[in-house]
């Protein structure tokens, strides 16, 4: 869990605070268990899911735009008015979410680049929906990296130190990830084919 607090520099909105929570689940799933406890123990009759702010897989909303949780991906966040003014939080969500699902954008020409040195899917040979995912990556400036995997046809999951790929139905199946440098604009970039019968 990260937490964090903002504020907009401007003179004008000095006491709007905005009070971030981020946590990162190990699924999907998680994420979505993780939400519903976090709900309980919210103590507002009138914190409902909110069908019509398009942000998230899942979104529930409190009043006056105060207090909003949504789940994207393994990503719950939780954001909260902090302070005496107030802070478009719905619309500070939508930047947040949409970052979430935004690709990075490749460098081939950056010499300090990540990049991804192996990428292998280890299929069982019996039939499964699932495939241990062998990924190693090198980051030339020694910063942390953030990895953003897509897949149409499954999820990525992580299972202690492992990770998991989990199909949505047999066949073909494809991922593709990124390992981004979280300080620089740097991403490296990899494709993955491979049949679960």
Not at 87 to 92: F, M, R, S, Y
Request: net charge negative; aromatic share 6%.
């Amino acid at each position: 869990m990260i937490q964090s607090l903002w504020r907009r520099p401007s003179a004008a909105m000095e006491s709007a605070l905005l009070h971030l929570d981020a946590f990162e689940c190990p699924s999907r799933e998680a994420a979505h268990d993780l939400l519903v406890r976090l709900l309980g123990d919210v103590q507002s009759p009138l914190v409902a899911r909110d069908e019509t702010v398009p942000l998230g897989d899942v979104v529930f909303a409190g009043p006056g735009d105060s207090l909003l949780l949504f789940a994207r991906a393994n990503l719950v966040c939780v954001l909260r008015s902090a302070g005496r003014g107030r802070l478009p939080i719905t619309g500070l969500a939508a930047h947040l979410d949409a970052d979430f699902v935004r690709k990075p954008e490749p460098h081939e020409r950056a010499a300090a680049a990540p990049a991804i040195t192996r990428l292998e899917a280890e299929v069982p040979a019996r039939k499964a929906r699932f495939a241990t995912l062998r990924m190693e990556a090198a980051e030339p400036a020694g910063s942390p990296l953030m990895y953003k995997f897509y897949s149409r046809s499954g999820e990525v999951l992580r299972e202690d130190d492992r990770l998991l790929y989990r199909a949505i139905r047999p066949g073909a199946q494809d991922v593709q990830v990124y390992a981004a440098a979280g300080d620089r604009g740097h991403a490296g970039e990899a494709s993955l084919s491979f049949e679960l019968v």
